[in-house]
């Protein structure tokens, strides 16, 4: 199990930026379980979906919605995986949730709590 903490949420206008942190417990450097990380979201009356995730190969891939827009990065030696969000538009507006797999070949199976960010048009 790993624990992740995230932080950074909050309101901003359409058209502004925010950047997300997540804090983790495991190594990013060693532990299995942080091999790839990623950010998913949920809106209001939305089911959830994957943003952007990252694994310790260094490959990223991002949904079609964000692309361009958001860019996630890890930091192994700080333990802390990130999310910078540009150009945000009220569609953004949902809890942001940081997660961590072993493989991209399996589920998410650990979560923080979420940040919730909300755009205001």
């Known amino acids: 199990q790993v624990q992740l903490v995230e932080s950074g949420g909050g309101s901003v206008q359409a058209g502004g930026s925010l950047g997300l942190s997540c804090a983790v417990s495991s190594s990013m450097r060693y532990a299995s379980i942080t091999y790839c990380l990623g950010w998913l979201r949920q809106g209001p009356g939305k089911e959830r979906e994957e943003v952007a995730d990252?694994?310790?190969?260094?490959?990223?891939t991002y949904a079609d919605s964000v692309k361009g827009r958001f860019s996630i990065s890890r930091d192994n030696a700080k333990n802390t995986l990130y999310l910078q969000m540009n150009g945000l538009k009220p569609d953004d507006t949902a809890t942001y949730y940081c997660?961590?797999?072993?493989?991209?070949?399996?589920?998410?199976?650990?979560w923080g709590k979420g940040t919730l960010v909300t755009i205001s048009s």
């Open positions: 990252i694994c310790r190969d260094g490959t990223a």
């Open positions: 997660a961590a797999r072993s493989s991209r070949r399996f589920s998410w199976n650990n």
